[in-house]
């Protein structure tokens, strides 16, 4: 049975990286780490940026993730489907690679007999809402982000709700980009309860570039940062305990 844990990246935006490195190249040093990039490209109603569809399509695919072209008013369903849908995808491979180790290399699920299909689609079902899941949220705060950052503020408290639900353990954490001060700034660390963004999100200024592919860079050894999360996490409650919270 699968045992690790689902590493994701969720990038927010709404078109063309114009600084820095290639985003589509960073995404795939994202997937050779274990990490698939997901991306929602948000639009407004009246335009369809080609180019910028064009990125969002080739970040996710070096990316190894699922992307998706929505109108701000569909974005909280949206970050939902996309985040399940590559916990799936992600799931899908790995049984994958364990069948080619049981069957032979050439096996996949679809070779599979329609009932044998069904019952591993089951295992993954299971392990979609057992499995450990790190979801590092990116989201470009350029200019023209601005009117539609309260709207990812509550998409992102959505789906926090939704994956709440599951019964295997979540981590998420954020990025904005451009920050403040630098390129990529982190607004919150490794934490269990997404709600904290509410605090965070009123405060964020908007404007500049637009340098998705160091914000991708900048997310890759970030995972690497989460081994003492237990500790981290016993430290937090041994606080609450007290200070009587």
């Known amino acids: 049975m699968y045992k690790g844990t689902l590493k994701q990246i969720l990038l927010i935006t709404d078109g063309c990286s114009n600084s820095g490195d290639d985003p589509i190249a960073m995404a795939a040093l994202a997937k050779e780490q274990g990490i698939s990039v997901n991306v929602i490209g948000v639009m407004d109603e009246d335009t369809i940026d080609e180019r910028g569809m064009q990125e969002i399509e080739g970040i996710a695919m070096s990316g190894g ?37 049981i069957l032979g290399s050439d096996t996949s699920m679809e070779d599979l007999p329609p009932e044998k299909r069904g019952e591993v689609m089951e295992v993954v079902d299971e392990l979609g809402e057992t499995v450990s899941l790190q979801v590092l949220i990116l989201v470009d705060t350029s ?48 934490t ?14 908007t404007g500049g570039i637009t340098p998705t592919g160091p914000a991708i860079q900048e997310a890759i050894p970030y995972f690497k940062e989460t081994r003492n999360l237990r500790s981290l996490i016993s430290d937090d409650e041994q606080y609450y305990e007290e200070s009587g919270r």
């Open 65 to 101: 993730g699922v992307s998706q072209i929505v109108y701000a008013k569909n974005l909280s369903q949206t970050v939902q489907m996309v985040t399940r849908k590559a916990m799936t995808q992600t799931l899908q491979g790995v049984i994958n690679k364990e069948l080619q180790q």
């Open 143 to 190: 200019a023209s982000m601005k009117s539609k950052l309260p709207t990812v503020k509550e998409a992102l408290l959505d789906l926090a709700l939704s994956l709440n639900a599951r019964i295997g353990d979540n981590q998420f954490s954020a990025f904005v980009f451009p920050g403040k001060r630098q390129e990529v700034e982190k607004i919150l660390d490794w």
């Open 192 to 205: 269990p309860k997404l709600e904290s963004l509410s605090s965070i999100f009123p405060k964020l200024s």
